[in-house]
T-cell receptor, first 115, second 114 residues
Framework: GQQLNQSPQSMFIQEGEDVSMNCTSSSIFNTWLWYKQDPGEGPVLLIALYKAGELTSNGRLTAQFGITRKDSFLNISASIPSDVGIYFCAGRSPAYGGSQGNLIFGKGTKLSVKP | KAGVTQTPRYLIKTRGQQVTLSCSPISGHRSVSWYQQTPGQGLQFLFEYFSETQRNKGNFPGRFSGRQFSNSRSEMNVSTLELGDSALYLC?????????????FGPGTRLTVL
């Protein structure tokens, strides 16, 4: 089945640092979504991307839909303590034939504060 | 606008029992999807309901079932619980379709099977 490879699995940040994470797939997607999940809560949508090459910002967050439609990137600039959490990418495959365009999720990138 | 609500938030059951989880979507949203989240497998799609009909299904055994009511509220049922069913069960609502519309998640129901 379709799989998303999200990296890195985890990273430590120091306040003020920029953070980058990405997701890659072996198949194309027509939508990329980025979510953040805090402990004990459901994922919250951060950014949605609908077109190859699209670059979208939400405050200090910027995400890009890769030109090949097989990858996406999320950058967080000047990180702050409340950025800590788990970030998930999700890709939606084109709905054609019998496929209903399911959302496939990456395994997540866990952001923690450097001790 | 109120968000997606799920009840109960926490549940403890024993093997062999069955469980029913409830989800109320955002007002006006007609599509409700269910996901299972575990540390090992991540977020996995269970099924989607729209207009009281299951429209889309993931790769889970028949022990997992659901339904949707005319007010778009949805329930998910797991019968003959196994230890491996311990997970966070997330409900997400979207306006019309999981295939085209943005999904908004609820806080989840944490199910522990002993």
């Amino acid at each position: 089945g379709q799989q998303l490879n999200q990296s890195p699995q985890s990273m430590f940040i120091q306040e003020g640092e920029d953070v980058s994470m990405n997701c890659t797939s072996s198949s194309i997607f027509n939508t990329w979504l980025w979510y953040k999940q805090d402990p004990g809560e459901g994922p919250v949508l951060l950014i949605a991307l609908y077109k190859a090459g699209e670059l979208t910002s939400n405050g200090r967050l910027t995400a890009q839909f890769g030109i090949t439609r097989k990858d996406s990137f999320l950058n967080i600039s000047a990180s702050i303590p409340s950025d800590v959490g788990i970030y998930f990418c999700a890709g939606r495959s084109p709905a054609y034939g019998g496929s209903q365009g399911n959302l496939i999720f990456g395994k997540g990138t866990k952001l923690s504060v450097k001790p | 606008k109120a968000g997606v609500t799920q009840t109960p938030r926490y549940l403890i059951k024993t093997r062999g029992q069955q469980v029913t989880l409830s989800c109320s979507p955002i007002s006006g949203h007609r599509s409700v999807s269910w996901y299972q989240q575990t540390p090992g497998q991540g977020l996995q799609f269970l099924f989607e309901y729209f207009s009281e009909t299951q429209r889309n299904k993931g790769n889970f055994p028949g022990r997992f079932s659901g339904r949707q009511f005319s007010n778009s509220r949805s329930e998910m049922n797991v019968s003959t619980l196994e230890l491996g069913d311990s997970a966070l069960y997330l409900c997400a609502s979207s306006l019309l379709s999981v295939s085209t519309d943005t999904q908004y998640f609820g806080p989840g129901t944490r199910l522990t099977v002993l």
